[in-house]
């Protein structure tokens, strides 16, 4: 685990006994306050009732004083109204689905950035047998990640790589740290791609599992002898119920091969081994295709189009690894082509829409961008008549990608570093133009509504107290966290996979976000020439001009309203006049907005003058209506808040007073009882 993460506020799943238990023995991980979240998955009747009681076990057995007493609270799966979990053909991959969403929403709201997962050896065996079975090959038999972005996540806000809010370092910031003490500031601050970039989002839920290199007996006999006890669920033991059980069921009773049993010759598990091997390898081709991206030369990168310019270098040989070279040229030539899938898929995730580009799909883009001619020799144990030109544009991912001519300016020397940089072409990346043929990315944001409408809608569920009391566990320290706020016109969406955009129309109007077509760019610019806006349809055209190449300004995020009219385009922070008739309110604007491109990384070596960011949210007018949106939300939670402590006296006094009246009742019946045996003894 890098030691940045420790610097963080943990959390843990219901095994967070056993990481408890190990944490313990580290000093460096004894001030780290650990909160604990157990999932229930609502999938059986007493699934309830075994949550609780992990949770009285983890008060009881790991609360060990009140400064390290872990916080525990119980998530529980919400599923669609008339669906019975246990009798979906799918329940683990759904229920796998809703479990990472409920604890990185519990996370962002709790400000945890690191997850701490229970998985351990046997759970990675499992899963290499299933992915045997599923046909995967290769790096699909790596295992489990010990560290990962939190899955399922895509597009939620403050957990999927955005929503970073413990730190702002700056890219000044940035700078003078790395050349004031680069190595030992690394230990403190987050990882070089977290820094933070005005106009770019950073941030998010990473999850880690510190007990994969540990056996399921061993964690038992260690919690054993601490003499804590634990929670098995009863439908793991049924194998009839999913694939992983079969598994599960095999492996325990040991009706696998020997060659897989955890007793053979190599003392561990042979698919762990094997695992191992391959996760080895992995990080190797990971780590010089890291090299390779940190040496690339990114000429200008324009937030507002996603618009990528780079030089490559010409080879992805490595040339300061000696075992590269020690090996046959055939698996040269693999090795080559594993790094330089691995070096464009990192080029390609800057602008592409899609969350992860799967290495398998990018074998004829790492030929077209790394072999696209015949002068180079790129890839040993080539013979020459297999190196054809390759096509200067081509799709893949969402991203097209040109080759053009390079510019004469900023040239690198031959030789200057460990990788020579294509000196005759520059790749342009940008988003592949949107076809007819399939749906284009559309957002729709609510229209704003007054508070008091919004909590009238809301019902009578969220008001009923014994609910509330019963469910919400733990709820007096949630209400001491900061909350963010829930309202649908302030949370982000995430547009066409790149643009993070938080959007507040006007009152009872819906607003759409969708791209800046070819029809929609005329009408625009049709009606600012009508109107006569001559400043703005200047400003517009210098816009778009600078962006980039043509295509890509029918790709850029555009405000539309119910009527399909173009309001404003929110990269270029551009805004439709209004008329000079309409009454526009002061004290919040009819349209306001921020926006951010998507977490990215770029090499170390980029400058602040190549990248053309997006404006931050900072602008004046729109960060005040924000906030007194937001205050006003937060006003209006605590006078709820107030009501339900009321009410929830109310109760308590009531039930204080029927329990002492019961208790007067049986005191009063007792007395007349002793009476009438005094009497009768007289």
Same mark, same amino acid.
């Given at each position: 685990?890098?030691?940045?993460?420790?610097?963080?506020?943990?959390?843990?799943?219901? @095994?967070?006994?056993?990481?408890?238990?190990?944490?313990?023995?580290?000093?460096?991980?004894?001030?780290?306050?650990?909160?604990?979240?157990?999932?229930?998955?609502?999938?059986?009747?007493?699934?309830?009732?075994?949550?609780?009681?992990?949770?009285?076990?983890?008060?009881?057995?790991?609360?060990?004083?009140?400064?390290?007493?872990?916080?525990?609270?119980?998530?529980?799966?919400?599923?669609?109204?008339?669906?019975?979990?246990?009798?979906?053909?799918? &329940?683990?991959? %759904?229920?796998?689905?809703?479990?990472?969403?409920?604890?990185?929403?519990?996370?962002?709201?709790?400000?945890?950035?690191?997850?701490?997962?229970?998985?351990?050896?046997?759970?990675?065996? #499992?899963?290499?047998?299933?992915?045997?079975?599923?046909?995967?090959?290769?790096?699909?038999?790596?295992?489990? =990640?010990?560290?990962?972005?939190?899955?399922?996540?895509?597009?939620?806000?403050?957990?999927?790589?955005?929503?970073?809010?413990?730190?702002?370092?700056?890219? *000044?910031?940035?700078?003078?740290?790395?050349?004031?003490?680069?190595?030992?500031?690394?230990?403190?601050?987050?990882?070089?791609? #977290?820094?933070?970039?005005?106009?770019?989002?950073?941030?998010?839920?990473?999850?880690?599992?510190?007990?994969? +290199?540990?056996?399921?007996?061993?964690?038992?006999?260690?919690?054993?002898?601490?003499?804590?006890?634990?929670?098995?669920?009863?439908?793991? =033991?049924?194998?009839?119920?999913?694939?992983?059980?079969?598994?599960?069921?095999?492996?325990?009773?040991?009706?696998?091969?020997?060659?897989?049993?955890?007793?053979?010759?190599?003392?561990?598990?042979?698919?762990?081994?094997?695992?191992?091997?391959?996760? $080895?390898?992995?990080?190797?081709?990971?780590? %010089?295709?890291?090299?390779?991206?940190?040496?690339?030369?990114?000429?200008?990168?324009?937030? @507002?189009?996603?618009?990528?310019?780079? $030089?490559?270098?010409?080879?992805?040989?490595?040339?300061?690894?000696?075992? &590269?070279?020690?090996?046959?040229?055939?698996?040269?030539?693999?090795?080559?082509?594993?790094?330089?899938?691995?070096?464009?898929?990192?080029?390609?995730?800057?602008?592409?829409?899609?969350?992860?580009?799967?290495? +398998?799909?990018?074998?004829?883009?790492?030929?077209?961008?790394?072999?696209?001619? @015949?002068?180079? =020799?790129?890839?040993?144990?080539?013979?020459?008549?297999?190196?054809?030109?390759?096509?200067?544009?081509?799709?893949?991912?969402?991203?097209?990608?040109?080759?053009?001519?390079?510019?004469?300016?900023?040239?690198?020397?031959?030789?200057?570093?460990? &990788?020579?940089?294509?000196?005759?072409?520059?790749?342009?990346?940008?988003?592949?133009?949107?076809?007819?043929?399939?749906?284009?990315?559309?957002?729709?944001?609510?229209?704003? %509504?007054?508070?008091?409408?919004?909590?009238?809608?809301?019902?009578?569920?969220?008001?009923?107290?014994?609910?509330?009391?019963?469910?919400?566990?733990?709820?007096? *320290?949630?209400?001491?966290?900061?909350?963010?706020?829930? =309202?649908?016109?302030?949370?982000? %969406?995430?547009?066409?996979?790149?643009?993070?955009?938080?959007?507040?129309?006007?009152?009872?109007?819906?607003?759409?976000?969708?791209?800046?077509?070819?029809?929609?760019?005329?009408?625009?610019?049709?009606?600012?020439?009508?109107?006569?806006?001559?400043?703005?349809?200047?400003?517009?055209?210098?816009?778009?001009?600078?962006?980039?190449?043509?295509?890509?300004?029918?790709?850029?995020?555009?405000?539309? +309203?119910?009527?399909?009219?173009?309001?404003?385009?929110?990269?270029?922070?551009?805004?439709?006049?209004?008329?000079?008739?309409?009454?526009?309110?002061?004290?919040?604007?009819?349209?306001?907005?921020?926006?951010?491109?998507?977490?990215?990384? &770029?090499?170390?070596?980029?400058?602040?003058?190549?990248?053309?960011?997006?404006?931050?949210?900072?602008?004046?007018?729109?960060?005040?209506?924000?906030?007194?949106?937001?205050?006003?939300?937060?006003?209006?939670?605590?006078?709820?808040?107030?009501?339900?402590?009321?009410?929830?006296?109310?109760?308590?006094?009531?039930?204080?007073?029927?329990?002492?009246?019961?208790?007067?009742?049986?005191?009063?019946?007792?007395?007349?009882? $002793?009476? $009438?045996?005094?009497?009768?003894?007289?």
């Amino acid at each position: 685990m890098a030691s940045s993460s420790l610097q963080q506020r943990l959390a843990g799943t219901a @095994q967070a006994c056993q990481i408890r238990q190990f944490g313990e023995r580290f000093p460096e991980l004894r001030d780290i306050r650990f909160k604990v979240f157990v999932v229930d998955h609502k999938a059986r009747p007493e699934s309830t009732r075994e949550a609780s009681q992990v949770v009285k076990f983890v008060d009881k057995y790991l609360g060990l004083n009140k400064r390290s007493k872990l916080k525990t609270r119980i998530l529980r799966l919400q599923w669609p109204t008339g669906v019975i979990p246990s009798e979906l053909p799918d &329940f683990e991959t %759904q229920a796998r689905r809703l479990r990472y969403q409920a604890l990185g929403e519990a996370c962002y709201k709790a400000n945890i950035p690191s997850l701490l997962l229970g998985h351990h050896g046997a759970d990675e065996e #499992e899963t290499l047998i299933m992915r045997l079975i599923g046909g995967y090959g290769g790096e699909g038999l790596r295992g489990i =990640s010990e560290e990962a972005d939190i899955p399922e996540c895509q597009g939620i806000y403050g957990v999927s790589q955005s929503g970073g809010r413990d730190y702002t370092v700056t890219w *000044e910031e940035k700078q003078m740290i790395k050349a004031r003490d680069g190595r030992g500031m690394e230990e403190v601050l987050p990882p070089i791609q #977290e820094y933070r970039q005005p106009g770019f989002e950073y941030g998010g839920v990473r999850i880690f599992r510190p007990l994969m +290199d540990y056996d399921k007996p061993a964690l038992e006999a260690t919690l054993t002898n601490a003499g804590i006890p634990w929670v098995t669920d009863s439908t793991n =033991s049924d194998p009839t119920l999913s694939i992983r059980n079969a598994i599960r069921y095999l492996l325990r009773r040991r009706l696998l091969p020997n060659a897989l049993d955890n007793d053979s010759q190599y003392g561990s598990s042979a698919l762990r081994v094997a695992a191992n091997n391959i996760r $080895r390898k992995f990080r190797h081709r990971n780590a %010089q295709a890291d090299k390779l991206f940190q040496a690339c030369d990114v000429i200008s990168f324009n937030a @507002q189009s996603g618009c990528l310019k780079v $030089r490559i270098p010409l080879s992805a040989a490595p040339p300061s690894d000696p075992d &590269f070279y020690k090996q046959s040229a055939a698996r040269q030539e693999i090795e080559v082509e594993h790094i330089g899938a691995r070096l464009v898929r990192l080029l390609l995730s800057i602008v592409a829409p899609l969350h992860h580009l799967p290495l +398998d799909r990018l074998e004829f883009a790492t030929k077209a961008m790394l072999w696209h001619s @015949q002068k180079h =020799s790129y890839a040993p144990g080539r013979g020459t008549e297999e190196f054809k030109p390759q096509p200067e544009t081509f799709t893949t991912g969402g991203v097209l990608c040109q080759r053009v001519k390079s510019p004469t300016e900023g040239l690198p020397l031959p030789g200057a570093q460990p &990788f020579v940089l294509d000196p005759d072409y520059v790749w342009c990346l940008s988003r592949q133009p949107y076809v007819k043929t399939q749906p284009e990315p559309v957002r729709i944001f609510p229209p704003a %509504q007054p508070l008091k409408q919004r909590e009238a809608e809301k019902g009578d569920e969220e008001r009923d107290d014994a609910k509330i009391e019963k469910e919400n566990e733990g709820r007096e *320290e949630e209400r001491n966290e900061k909350s963010k706020v829930n =309202s649908p016109e302030l949370q982000w %969406q995430l547009w066409d996979g790149r643009y993070w955009i938080q959007l507040i129309g006007p009152q009872g109007k819906p607003m759409r976000i969708c791209p800046l077509s070819q029809d929609r760019l005329s009408r625009l610019t049709a009606n600012l020439k009508a109107n006569r806006y001559t400043e703005s349809l200047t400003a517009l055209e210098k816009a778009i001009k600078a962006m980039g190449p043509p295509h890509v300004r029918h790709t850029i995020p555009a405000m539309m +309203d119910d009527e399909d009219n173009c309001l404003a385009l929110p990269t270029l922070d551009f805004r439709v006049p209004k008329p000079q008739s309409t009454n526009s309110s002061s004290e919040a604007p009819a349209l306001i907005w921020r926006v951010r491109y998507k977490k990215v990384v &770029f090499p170390d070596n980029v400058t602040k003058e190549r990248i053309v960011a997006l404006k931050d949210e900072k602008l004046e007018g729109v960060k005040p209506a924000l906030l007194r949106v937001a205050e006003e939300e937060e006003r209006e939670k605590s006078r709820e808040q107030k009501k339900w402590e009321r009410r929830e006296k109310r109760e308590k006094s009531k039930k204080k007073m029927e329990a002492n009246e019961a208790r007067g009742k049986r005191v009063r019946s007792k007395l007349r009882s $002793r009476g $009438r045996e005094s009497d009768d003894g007289q």
